[in-house]
């Protein structure tokens, strides 16, 4: 069995499964069942400004079958009192000390309230703090959470705050509601952060009711911008995590993933792209705090069938295969192969090829069954009929090289190689 | 043992002839169902389809929540999809094909979300087409059947005048009168009528029937053409001894009492032996059996490789208790004081594939006997060949000839359905009347 247990500039978690801070964090109650369940870790949730809720909060984007694709709320920070949540997280400390404790916090513009906020936590025996810039609806409007993330600046003078009195580890949560996260992240480790964790959730509008049509979460006839997550935003979130493990200087500290984690597999993806730990909440809030047991066997099986035995012995393995287009091999060539025994006839690679590629599938006629075949010489190998057929392995990409060496776009220019007549 | 009516209570008889294909109980479970479709293009399921209805474009709008696109994708190439959602036998046509089929797991149930759509429309009265002001054509159509409704409805939208001449005091033909209980009520069939010919435009006369109330001679003066929907009549008579004792019924003529008199009308024996094993060999042996015959044996004379009827409408008769006698060939119908007693059976081997492909039953020395007290013909249909001659008709054995304009002998009149192919199913019959709606258009358009 391998060892997967995670050690986080020091904060240790039997497993590198957190549950984000949200919902399911904001409570002794929530947070002892999550450890109960098995979970590595916890962010609490974050600690701030004395806040009220309103309700509705949520709403969700459904897919055929799957409900909660996408999730999206507009559920400020905690509104409990903030002595409570302090003697709860003290709490929970000392009933599951092997477990990571992490609390978010979310203090107003100003250093002697960092400072205050600080003291407190550390109080608690927490063993690091998670400095939200990253929630994009209700907290930014009053200059907090994703409003300090925007801004380079603003968040370099937060965290140089926070560090000049934090004496346990400081991860600061990055928001997605940019151009880029590099900016905002550079700024922040030059400040002194410890680690990053990244992404928060993505300002969005999931839908709007055609009955009444008023959006989702409707309060009473109206809406506001709500924070994304979920499976949906996975794609986003490896690619902002991408940007983090490539910059020299962002790439110093360690990595927190987030992001619609949902599977072990997720997770492991995660970890190749360069996160240490994962964290979790939709997946969590869907399914219940039982989704861990499958987390880390998923995980644990994974690990031994590949021969790792730690998790740092593949945390990051990816980053390099992430490269600029412009070197990619483009004498690298694969075309389609229809496997004709698998082959249920169903049209699906012939139509998405004629009308959204490259007419590259010829269809012979047949009652009730056409026969699909690839045009080897049209075929450019995108990979779209393969995505959409229904039948597992049913079409290959089989490679033939256009030439055998290496050959990326710069040099394709230079050496005025012939482009595409078509 | 006798023949005797009204066996069963009032209970009993709704739970035996209860909807045999429920639809779905509600939203969610039909579009977990639609959620399945893969969309395929050129699909099998359409091709499969007599009438070519867009079957993934149908249900792909019931997983939208666009059920009134969804009927109305349905009924633009089917006018009787509702009624063809709960009769047609799909596991050889659109399910029959569906590609998930290949991959070795249920088909999309194709009709019960047909049935989701339709039922929507007919309930709410949607209306989904709108006829074409009146052009002062004016067409007769006899037969107010699949294939003369279809034909009419589609000459209706085209603002053509139709006036249909039905010698029953329903619509609907077969789907009204032919076809098991438990798959429509009279209500259903009923209503569908009504909805069909609620596009305006269509004129229904009931009680007139062709060569008694009306002629074609007659039809052609008073109309600018004539479409012939009229069907086909009784069973094949089984030319053996005993055919006219009292007990031997032909199982067209039991169905449309089960369907016209009601259940407690209509009289069963005790032992009933029914012959054929086509859709309606099957539509009176669990009938009978539901209407409280205590034995039924489906007496077939080939084997079930050969049989005319799909391998789920069997084993309805198999679920219902029926029992099968195969390669068994009936000889004789014996009698006690006029009245059916015996069966007597000849067992058969397969020989040579006979004209329809089908290896063909051979006489063994073998024979046997079944104790019965009513023998149910169901070995096919005629055609109404006096009818057809009379009205001087180019036919085939009383199947009425029509060219690829589905034109007949006689000018001006055209003709589809199962008079012309000789009893099909209600799907086929609705394309035949779109395509002899298309035909008279064109002939319409040619001659003003």
């Keep these: 069995m391998a060892d997967i247990s995670a050690n986080f500039l020091g904060i240790k978690s039997p497993n590198p499964f957190w549950l984000a801070s949200a919902p399911p964090t904001d409570k002794k109650i929530n947070v002892l069942r999550a450890f109960e369940a098995g979970w590595g870790g916890v962010v609490w949730k974050t600690l701030g400004t004395q806040v009220k809720n309103v309700s509705s909060r949520y709403s969700a984007i459904d897919y055929n079958n799957t409900r909660v694709m996408g999730f999206n709320n507009i559920e400020l920070i905690s509104d409990r009192p903030l002595e409570l949540n302090l003697r709860e997280i003290s709490e929970c400390v000392r009933l599951f000390p092997d477990r990571a404790m992490v609390v978010s916090l979310m203090a107003d513009n100003d250093r002697d309230n960092w400072h205050e906020m600080i003291a407190k936590v550390e109080d608690t025996g927490a063993h690091g703090i998670e400095l939200n810039f990253g929630c994009p609806h209700g907290m930014n409007e009053r200059g907090m959470g994703s409003a300090v993330g925007q801004d380079p600046e603003i968040a370099r003078m937060v965290v140089e705050w926070v560090m000049e009195k934090a004496t346990i580890p400081v991860i600061t949560k990055l928001t997605p509601n940019v151009h880029s996260v590099v900016p905002t992240g550079k700024a922040v480790v030059q400040a002194g952060t410890n680690a990053l964790s990244l992404i928060n959730t993505i300002q969005s509008v999931t839908g709007i009711d055609l009955d009444t049509l ?161 045009k080897n010489a049209e075929c450019v190998g995108c990979n779209l009929c393969k995505l959409v057929c229904p039948v597992d392995d049913c079409i290959s990409m089989e490679e033939h090289r256009k030439g055998a060496a290496y050959l990326n776009w710069q040099e394709y220019q230079k050496r005025g190689l012939p482009l595409n007549d078509h | 043992m006798a023949i005797v009516n009204n066996r069963l209570t009032a209970e009993e008889y709704a739970a035996q002839f209860r909807d045999i294909h429920p639809p779905f109980e509600n939203r969610e479970a039909a579009l977990v169902e639609a959620n399945r479709c893969l969309f395929c293009y050129d699909a ?38 509702a009624g063809c959602s709960k009769v047609c036998p799909v596991e050889k046509l659109c399910e029959g094909s569906c590609v998930y089929n290949l991959l070795h797991e249920p088909p999309i149930p194709i009709a019960r979300l047909q049935r989701y759509a339709t039922e929507k429309a007919l309930s709410a009265q949607w209306k989904l087409f709108e006829r074409k ?48 209980a438990y798959k429509v009520t009279p209500e259903f069939c009923e209503a569908e009528v009504n909805y069909i ?60 009492d089960i369907r016209s008199k009601g259940y407690p009308a209509v009289a069963v024996g005790d032992k009933v032996a029914v012959i054929g094993l086509g859709m309606t060999a099957i539509d009176a042996a669990t009938q009978a059996k539901r209407l409280g015959a205590s034995e039924v044996t489906i ?38 004081n006029g009245k059916v007693s015996r069966l007597l059976c000849r067992v058969m081997q397969l020989g040579e594939a006979d004209a329809s492909g089908r290896r063909s039953p051979v006489e063994t020395e073998e024979t046997f006997t079944l104790e019965v007290d009513m023998v149910i013909k169901a070995t096919g249909q005629t055609p ?18 029509i060219n690829e304009r589905c034109a007949t002998s006689l000018h001006g009149v055209f003709a589809g359905g199962d008079c012309v192919n000789g009893g099909k199913e209600v799907v086929d019959a609705v394309q035949a009347g779109k395509d002899g709606a298309q035909a008279i258009l064109a002939y319409l358009s040619a001659s003003s």
């Excluded at chain 1, 809406?223 to 979130?237: D, L, M, R």
């Excluded at chain 1, 390099?320 to 249920?344: G, S």
């Excluded at chain 2, 000459?155 to 609907?172: A, M, P, W």
Aim: aromatic share 8%.
């Design chain 2, 384 to 401: 109404f060949e006096m009818l057809v001659q009379k009205e001087q008709l180019q036919h085939r054995q009383g199947k009425i000839s």
């Design chain 2, 44 to 81: 099998p399921c359409i091709k499969s389809c007599p009438t070519g209805i867009n079957v993934p474009k149908f249900i792909k709008q019931i997983a939208t929540d666009n059920v009134k696109g969804s009927a109305h994708t349905i009924l633009s190439a089917n006018i009787m999809g």
């Design chain 2, 299 to 336: 007496v077939y004379r080939r084997t079930q490789d050969e049989m005319p009827c799909t391998a789920a409408e069997l084993d309805i008769a198999k679920l219902d208790g029926c029992q099968l006698r195969f390669l068994s060939a009936p000889q004789a119908i014996q009698g006690d």
């Design chain 2, 133 to 180: 002001p009146s052009t002062g054509k004016r067409v007769a159509v006899i037969g107010a059947g699949p294939a003369g409704l279809s034909c009419a409805h589609v000459l209706s939208r085209e603002g053509i005048d139709v006036t249909i001449f039905e010698k029953e005091n329903k619509g609907g033909g077969l789907m009204t009168y032919g076809i098991a």
């Design chain 1, 214 to 374: 008023v959006p989702n979460p409707n309060v009473a006839g109206q809406s506001a911008f709500g924070g994304y997550c979920g499976p949906a935003v996975k794609p986003i979130a490896l690619k902002m995590l991408t940007t983090i493990s490539q910059d020299p200087v962002t790439s110093r500290v360690p990595v927190s993933g987030i992001g619609g984690i949902s599977t072990w597999k997720d997770a492991a993806e995660f970890m190749l792209l360069g996160a240490t730990t994962v964290q979790v909440c939709t997946a969590a809030m869907k399914h219940g705090f039982r989704i861990i047991e499958d987390l880390c066997e998923g995980l644990n099986n994974w690990m031994d069938e590949k021969g790792f035995a730690t998790i740092y012995d593949f945390i990051g393995r990816s980053v390099h295969t992430i490269t600029k287009w412009e070197e990619l091999d483009i004498n690298y060539h694969i075309i389609a192969r229809i496997n004709q025994d698998k082959c249920i006839h169903c049209g699906l690679c012939y139509i998405a090829c004629e009308d959204g590629s490259h007419q590259a599938i010829n269809l012979a006629y047949g009652k009730p069954y056409n026969t699909y075949t690839v």
């Design chain 2, 197 to 256: 010919s609620s596009l305006g435009g269509i004129e229904i006369r009931y009680n007139q029937e062709l060569g008694k109330d009306i002629t074609l001679s007659e039809l052609q003066q008073q109309y600018d053409a004539v479409f012939l929907g009229i069907g086909v009549g009784l069973a094949r008579p089984l030319n053996i001894p005993g055919e006219a004792l009292e007990g031997v019924v032909d199982a067209i003529r039991f169905i449309y």
